[in-house]
């Protein structure tokens, strides 16, 4: 299947390459905005980031492929009017492969060569019976296959360090993953995870397998007491006891909550990176002051002093 575009899309480096890279990626995740104040404040928040220069930037798809039109506009925005490199995220729910094609198409129209594809989540309840549409793929396998095949994309995966939530078990939860890769994932961000050890775990399960594809730490600083339950819906997996009950000693002082929050954060990348992490991909729910605090904490002094 060709869908008639440039085999090589020009320019734009692949992020596949830089993370397999001499020196750890930093990336930064946003959303597209719903609103005229969202926008203003994820433009505000994309200008303040970019100082840090980030290895790349992605960009979410809204759950049930409700922001196809703005995650096109925001990626391609992005490539054009910062200097920044943007990653455009792809989920499959609601979509037929016509429509997954389509959007294939206008981000390589954009000028766009980087693809995380995902299978999405059933808008509305996460956990609710996922439907294949009578048209579309079934996994993001899949959706790898299709958009390697659409163009010289550089496409990554998800990887769950407990686990996708719908997986039996650790075992098939790796076995998944790993047809991810061979189906022509160039690498993997990780669901946000707040233990070390669940990242380090996965990475050795997928390294035995012979599997070697590098996997991004995805990770986000817990802001507010709120975000501990919001982290504990978005990824299925419990939040670390110890690290709970540091966090409940402090929750009557909402500043103390933070300032443990990228502590803990700064300390969690820290490990990462003398573990050999292949990268940090910052979840910054379209704000800039907690990933820049935790990236100064970690950046070399003349780098975070430059920023
Ligand atoms: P898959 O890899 O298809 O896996 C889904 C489930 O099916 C897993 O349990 C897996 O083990 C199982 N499975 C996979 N292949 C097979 C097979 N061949 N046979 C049997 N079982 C199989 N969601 C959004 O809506 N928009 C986003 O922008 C977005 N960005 C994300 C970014 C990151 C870094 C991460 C980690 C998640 C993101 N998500 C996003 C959420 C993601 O879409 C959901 O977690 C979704 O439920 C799983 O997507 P997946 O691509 O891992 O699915």
Redesign the pocket.
């Known amino acids: 299947m060709s869908l008639g575009l440039p085999s090589r899309l020009p320019g734009a480096p692949s992020v596949g390459a830089l993370i397999r890279g001499e020196t750890p990626t930093f990336s930064f995740?946003f959303?597209p905005p719903k609103t005229a104040e969202g926008e203003r404040l994820l433009w505000q928040t994309i200008r303040e980031l970019e100082s840090l220069r980030p290895s790349f930037v992605?960009?979410?798809?809204?759950?049930?492929g409700s922001t196809r039109d703005t995650?096109v506009a925001v990626t391609e925005r992005v490539a054009t009017e910062t200097t920044l490199l943007p990653m455009a995220?792809?989920?499959?729910?609601n979509h037929s492969v016509a429509d997954l094609r389509n959007v294939i198409g206008r981000l390589a129209g954009a000028g766009i060569r980087n693809v995380?594809?995902?299978?999405?989540?059933p808008p509305g309840d996460?956990m609710g019976a996922?439907v294949r549409h009578p048209d579309g793929v079934?996994?993001?396998?899949e959706?790898v296959r299709l958009i390697r095949e659409a163009g010289d994309f550089s496409v990554?995966?998800?990887?769950?360090p407990y686990?996708?939530?719908?997986?039996?078990g650790v075992e098939?939860?790796t076995?998944?993953?790993v047809?991810?890769c061979r189906a022509g994932a160039e690498y993997?961000?990780?669901?946000?995870f707040f233990d070390a050890d669940d990242y380090l775990r996965l990475r050795d399960r997928v390294a035995a397998t012979g599997c070697d594809t590098p996997i991004v730490a995805?990770v986000m600083p817990v802001t507010r007491m709120g975000t501990i339950e919001r982290a504990t819906q978005?990824s299925?997996a419990p939040f670390p006891p110890a690290l709970l009950r540091r966090f409940e000693r402090v929750a009557g002082d909402e500043r103390a909550v933070r300032e443990l929050g990228i502590e803990t954060c700064s300390a969690m990348c820290a490990r990462l990176l003398d573990e050999g992490v292949p990268g940090i991909?910052f979840?910054t729910l379209n704000r800039s002051t907690a990933t820049r605090e935790v990236w100064q904490l970690l950046a070399p002094a003349e780098v975070a002093a430059a920023a």
């Not at 990554?156 to 769950?160: D, E, N, P, R, T």
């Open positions: 995740e959303f992605s960009i979410t798809y809204g759950a049930g995650t995220h792809l989920t499959a729910v995380l594809a995902l299978r999405g989540d996460p996922w079934l996994y993001a396998e959706l990554g995966v998800a990887a769950f686990k996708h939530p719908r997986s039996a098939d939860d076995r998944n993953f047809r991810k993997a961000i990780t669901q946000m995805g978005l299925g991909h979840i």
